[in-house]
């Protein structure tokens, strides 16, 4: 299933292993160390980060969106087919 993320951005919920807050120093260096390895992808549009996605392939998105928005949409199974 997709989800969006915020901004137009969609992710496959399938290769998501967590979805966290930024806050926290463990994260700020996984995020860094993702960005240096070319592993990061921004789907911010420019807005501050309000969740981490930690995907299967060791990428990580960001998103604008908090993460009990993201997990709320999951739960509700609200896919990229349904919305228009």
Known sequence: M??????????????IIAIV??????IKRLVQNSKEKGLAIDA???RKTKSVLVMENSQVVLSAL????IV?????????????
Do not use: C, W, Y
């Open 21 to 26: 807050s930024p806050d926290s120093a463990p």
């Open 44 to 46: 911010t549009q420019g």
């Open 66 to 69: 908090l993460p009990e928005t």
């Open 72 to 84: 709320g949409r999951m739960q509700e199974g609200t896919d990229v087919s349904e919305e228009k």
């Open 2 to 15: 997709l989800i969006h993320i915020g901004f137009g951005n969609i992710v496959n919920t399938a290769k």
